[in-house]
């Protein structure tokens, strides 16, 4: 499992959120208190308040590019935002599943099911960061990071067997996406750019 060095250092990324509601966090909250009775020291808990869902990024937090993330930023925001506005308003508010947790090398996650409207929205942010000169894909899985790992676990099968048993069937509705500045890893604190409601042409 690969520890996390990065921990709340400053960082700096452009991403798309979603945040859950407050009973879905509470429902995440809980499955984080379960495991962290584990005592496993080797958990770095996400502040509740910091969950959330990346929909995609247009400058990922661990992408280096040829000129600084701020100076792409000024360049490029007002194009994107553009783009995406015309998006958002043509694709309708949905609702996200979680479904299992899952230990990953990174990090312990909650599993979504990926909905057509998040694949229809990462496409769109594939299309824009492509004409202006930048390659990479959008994440490929729904998810929220529950944890990350400060070091080697002491016991990684006692981890794996309790979020084994730790189905969910937690969902919260999505009706606006967030453009988010993320300056302390990993979305501990964030700057709020901008609010996108979904389906504002017919609201």
Same mark, same amino acid.
């Given at each position: 499992?690969?520890?996390?060095?990065?921990?709340?250092?400053?960082?700096?990324a452009?991403?798309?959120?979603?945040?859950?509601?407050?009973?879905?966090?509470?429902?995440?909250?809980?499955?984080?208190?379960?495991?962290?009775?584990l005592?496993?020291?080797?958990?770095?808990?996400?502040?509740?308040?910091?969950?959330?869902?990346?929909?995609?990024?247009f400058?990922?937090?661990?992408?280096?590019? *040829?000129?600084?993330?701020? +100076?792409?930023?000024?360049?490029?925001?007002?194009?994107?935002?553009?783009?995406? +506005?015309?998006?958002?308003?043509?694709?309708?508010?949905?609702?996200?599943?979680?479904?299992?947790v899952?230990?990953?090398?990174?990090?312990?996650?909650?599993? *979504?099911?990926?909905?057509?409207?998040?694949?229809?929205?990462?496409?769109?942010?594939?299309?824009?960061?492509?004409?202006?000169?930048?390659?990479?894909?959008?994440? +490929?899985?729904?998810?929220?990071?529950?944890?990350?790992?400060?070091?080697?676990?002491?016991?990684?099968? *006692?981890?794996?067997? *309790?979020?084994?048993?730790?189905?969910?069937?937690?969902?919260?509705?999505?009706?606006?996406?967030?453009?988010?500045?993320?300056?302390?890893?990993?979305?501990?604190? +964030?700057?709020?750019?901008?609010?996108?409601?979904?389906?504002?042409?017919?609201?």
């Amino acid at each position: 499992m690969i520890d996390e060095r990065s921990w709340n250092r400053p960082c700096l990324a452009y991403n798309l959120h979603a945040r859950p509601d407050d009973g879905c966090r509470n429902r995440l909250s809980s499955v984080q208190d379960r495991l962290a009775r584990l005592g496993e020291e080797g958990l770095l808990r996400c502040p509740p308040g910091s969950l959330h869902v990346s929909v995609g990024s247009f400058l990922f937090v661990r992408e280096d590019y *040829a000129e600084a993330k701020e +100076t792409l930023w000024v360049r490029h925001a007002s194009r994107w935002l553009e783009g995406l +506005t015309h998006l958002l308003t043509r694709v309708q508010p949905f609702t996200l599943t979680y479904r299992q947790v899952v230990v990953t090398d990174a990090a312990v996650i909650a599993l *979504a099911e990926c909905p057509k409207e998040i694949e229809v929205i990462r496409q769109a942010l594939t299309t824009l960061r492509s004409a202006s000169g930048m390659d990479g894909s959008q994440p +490929t899985i729904v998810h929220t990071t529950l944890f990350r790992f400060a070091a080697a676990l002491r016991d990684p099968p *006692a981890l794996l067997n *309790a979020t084994q048993s730790s189905l969910l069937d937690a969902c919260f509705p999505v009706r606006e996406i967030v453009v988010a500045r993320e300056v302390l890893y990993p979305s501990i604190v +964030t700057d709020d750019l901008a609010r996108f409601p979904l389906n504002a042409a017919t609201a």
